[in-house]
């Protein structure tokens, strides 16, 4: 994908959103995809997935959710799920008004926790057509975060809440902590090499953003999503932070139609090799076939089938 996005921005419930928005060479409207990262990481991020899906003719918009990278909102970092969900939905709402793009038919995928934000936008936007989530990882905050730092971990994460929101109680702003703290050889320079990519990203989050993860369990919305077609594509190599356990559990109270893919790689492995051909390819058959093509409309029930039905 050689050619550079359009610098777009949308209203997201009166803050104005960034996005970049890749369209192929091609005349007619196309399928639109709305494509989401995790946390507080920038849509530039997104560039390296975008391409595979322009490739195959799909029109994409990376956004910045509010608070993040490009868009506006205040204070900056805030990482919360819920809000997240409205900026998706937004973005819904921009991608229907562009002339390139065939409103009949938007998707969306999201990577990691952008990846079960995605899939409660689509719960509660049924324009969503069909959703494909990357690297998953939060389904139940509270749970999630237990696994993650063990229940005194999360004891000691409350103690820090009860502080911070009295700081924010007496006029005080939450506190700055990190986004990524990542452990183990392969990751632990993630976030100053992403720091180092992508100059509108910052490495820090509010402390009260944890408290939304806390309370944000899209696990327990997930079955009210069929028929909206489901494809996950988790890690199933050592990957201490997009949780297999999660993506299973979510899985199973999905309806169909779902497809679960679990790829022999490790945490990075589906975001810069060697998974990545691997993981888009499935997306792009997935989006393929539930999004490009238009279903048909169920028929109408003959008249004898009816009138038994109802004796």
């Given at each position: 994908?050689?050619?550079?996005?359009r610098?777009?921005?949308?209203?997201?419930l009166?803050?104005?959103?960034?996005?970049?928005?890749?369209l192929?060479e091609?005349?007619?409207?196309?399928p639109?995809?709305?494509?989401?990262?995790s946390?507080?990481?920038?849509?530039?991020?997104l560039?390296?997935?975008?391409?595979?899906?322009?490739?195959?003719?799909?029109?994409?918009?990376a956004?910045?959710?509010r608070t993040v990278?490009?868009?506006?909102?205040?204070?900056?970092?805030q990482d919360?799920?819920l809000?997240?969900v409205?900026?998706?939905?937004?973005?819904?709402?921009?991608?229907?008004?562009?002339?390139?793009v065939?409103?009949?038919?938007?998707?969306?995928?999201g990577v990691?926790?952008g990846?079960?934000?995605?899939?409660?936008?689509a719960?509660l936007?049924?324009?969503?057509?069909?959703?494909?989530?990357?690297?998953?990882?939060v389904?139940n905050?509270?749970?999630?975060?237990e696994?993650?730092v063990?229940?005194?971990?999360?004891h000691?994460?409350?103690?820090?809440l009860?502080e911070?929101?009295?700081r924010?109680y007496?006029?005080?702003?939450?506190a700055?902590?990190?986004?990524?703290?990542?452990?183990g050889e392969?990751?632990r320079?993630?976030?100053?090499v992403?720091a180092k990519?992508f100059p509108s990203?910052?490495n820090?989050k509010?402390?009260?953003s944890t408290?939304?993860?806390?309370t944000?369990?899209?696990?327990?919305?997930?079955?009210?999503?069929?028929?909206?077609?489901?494809?996950?594509i988790a890690n199933g190599g050592?990957?201490?932070?997009?949780l297999?356990?999660e993506?299973?559990?979510?899985?199973?109270?999905a309806?169909?139609?779902k497809?679960?893919?679990?790829?022999?790689?490790?945490?990075?492995?589906?975001?810069?090799?060697?998974g990545?051909?691997?993981?888009?390819?499935?997306?792009?058959d997935w989006f393929?076939r539930?999004?490009r093509?238009i279903?048909?409309v169920?028929p109408?029930p003959?008249a004898?089938p009816v009138a038994?039905?109802?004796q």
């Amino acid at each position: 994908m050689d050619q550079a996005p359009r610098k777009v921005t949308f209203n997201s419930l009166g803050t104005s959103c960034a996005g970049d928005l890749y369209l192929p060479e091609v005349d007619s409207p196309v399928p639109g995809l709305v494509l989401g990262h995790s946390g507080v990481m920038v849509k530039e991020a997104l560039a390296v997935f975008a391409a595979y899906f322009v490739r195959a003719g799909f029109a994409v918009l990376a956004i910045d959710y509010r608070t993040v990278g490009a868009s506006e909102g205040e204070p900056r970092g805030q990482d919360h799920p819920l809000r997240q969900v409205e900026d998706f939905r937004s973005a819904i709402s921009y991608l229907e008004g562009r002339p390139e793009v065939d409103a009949a038919r938007i998707g969306l995928w999201g990577v990691s926790v952008g990846g079960s934000v995605a899939v409660q936008a689509a719960v509660l936007d049924r324009r969503a057509k069909c959703v494909v989530v990357q690297s998953p990882s939060v389904w139940n905050g509270w749970r999630y975060l237990e696994r993650l730092v063990g229940h005194a971990g999360v004891h000691a994460l409350r103690d820090r809440l009860d502080e911070d929101w009295q700081r924010r109680y007496e006029g005080g702003a939450s506190a700055r902590v990190p986004h990524l703290s990542l452990d183990g050889e392969s990751v632990r320079d993630a976030p100053d090499v992403a720091a180092k990519m992508f100059p509108s990203y910052r490495n820090e989050k509010t402390l009260d953003s944890t408290e939304q993860l806390l309370t944000f369990a899209p696990e327990d919305l997930i079955h009210r999503l069929a028929p909206t077609p489901l494809l996950m594509i988790a890690n199933g190599g050592w990957d201490p932070y997009h949780l297999l356990e999660e993506a299973q559990s979510a899985y199973a109270k999905a309806g169909e139609p779902k497809r679960l893919e679990v790829l022999p790689y490790d945490v990075l492995g589906l975001y810069t090799g060697p998974g990545l051909d691997e993981a888009m390819a499935l997306a792009v058959d997935w989006f393929d076939r539930h999004l490009r093509v238009i279903r048909a409309v169920t028929p109408t029930p003959a008249a004898e089938p009816v009138a038994v039905m109802t004796q």
